[in-house]
Every structure is written in C-alpha cells, then in structure tokens.
C-alpha cells in the first residue's frame, strides 16, 4: 500500500518533462529578425533601384 502511496504521490509531483522540439526562442528570434532585415533590404534596393531609373529618363529628357 505504501509503494502505491509513494509512486503515485511521485507522479503527482514530479515536473512536466520538456518537449525538445523545434528551435529555442532566442534562435527564432534571431531568424525572424534575419528575414525581416532580408525583406526590408530588398524592399529598399527595389525602390532605389526604380528611383535611380526614373531620375535617369527625367535627366535626358
């Protein structure tokens, strides 16, 4: 009776095991912060780009 008192009052303590899955926070993070950094230098390199050609036709006009 005492084995099945300690075992289930160890079950009823014990912590949650951690689930390993995926990457860890700080890792997301930095991916996130890496793409977002990507997208807006591509986003900037297509306005200057387009900028740079309009001013070109407005020069030889």
Known sequence: MTTMLHTLIGF???PPKRSEKGL???TE???LL???VAVAL???GVVTTL???KMD???NQ
């Open 12 to 14: 009823l303590l014990s």
């Open 29 to 31: 993070n930095a991916l």
């Open 24 to 26: 860890s926070q700080s």
């Open 42 to 44: 591509i986003i900037v």
């Open 34 to 36: 890496a793409g977002a």
């Open 57 to 59: 036709v407005l020069r």
């Open 51 to 53: 900028v740079d050609t």
